[in-house]
């Protein structure tokens, strides 16, 4: 059973960066995107970026100049970064794997971390 | 890149259907056969129903049907239930391996 967990500092001071990892187990990188999405309280979800397991990245138009989003293979993990944080920032961030058009759920989301709460504090 | 869009809410008796519709565009759902949907219940994290348009995963009621109209997918709950009610979303492929989402329905089971 494939299973993601996010990790990272869940308070971040405005104008610093949000760094989160996600720790990937039970399961193979490869064949795979490797997601950020993220959820303001109340509000809906929205798609931050991912990294293929081939190592090519890719962003939510929205975040791209801010967003770098890396893999470390042998780890199993894969990280995000976002720079110049505001409140607006403030978000539950959950990390998740999509399928490539290979797969059996091509461009799905099929296995979800159960989220990490950040805050950014002015 | 813009939202898809979303109803902000539907609402349904047991045993009714109801559907919630996502609007994109010809650069996402209109192009593409990969839209998916997603059911969150309060304080959890998403779960996939439908995917690449009107497929269900293993272990999702039959209840629950995809489909397709030019830039407009639906998501269709028949036999509503209790258990049914929850925050929908749509997530569409958008070309060069991106993704975009809904702004989320909520599902009230009157």
């Known amino acids: 059973q494939v299973q993601l967990q996010e990790s990272g500092p869940g308070l971040v001071k405005s104008s610093e960066t949000l760094s989160l990892t996600c720790t990937v187990s039970g399961g193979s990188i490869s064949g795979f995107y490797w997601n950020w999405i993220r959820q303001p309280p109340g509000k809906g979800l929205e798609w931050v970026g991912s990294i293929y397991y081939r190592g090519s990245t890719h962003f939510n138009p929205s975040l791209k100049s801010r967003v770098t989003i890396s893999l470390d293979t042998p780890k199993s993990q894969f990280s995000l970064r976002l720079n110049s944080v505001t409140a607006a920032d403030t978000a539950v961030y959950y990390c998740a794997r999509v399928g490539d058009i290979l797969t059996a759920w091509p461009f799905a989301i099929d296995y979800w971390g159960q989220g990490i709460m950040v805050s950014v504090s002015s | 890149q813009s939202a898809l869009t979303q109803p902000a809410s539907v609402s349904g008796s047991p045993g009714q259907s109801i559907t919630i519709s996502c609007t994109g565009t010809r650069s996402d759902v209109g192009s593409y056969n990969l839209v998916s949907w997603y059911q969150q219940h309060p304080a959890k994290a998403p779960q996939v129903m439908i995917y690449e348009g009107s497929k269900r995963p293993s272990g999702v009621s039959n209840r629950f049907s995809g489909s397709k109209s030019g830039n407009t997918a639906s998501l269709t709950i028949s036999g509503l239930q209790a258990e049914d009610e929850a925050d929908y979303y749509c997530?569409?492929?958008?070309?060069?391996?991106?993704?975009?989402f809904g702004g989320g329905t909520k599902l009230t089971v009157l």
């Open positions: 997530c569409s492929y958008a070309g060069n391996s991106t993704l975009v």
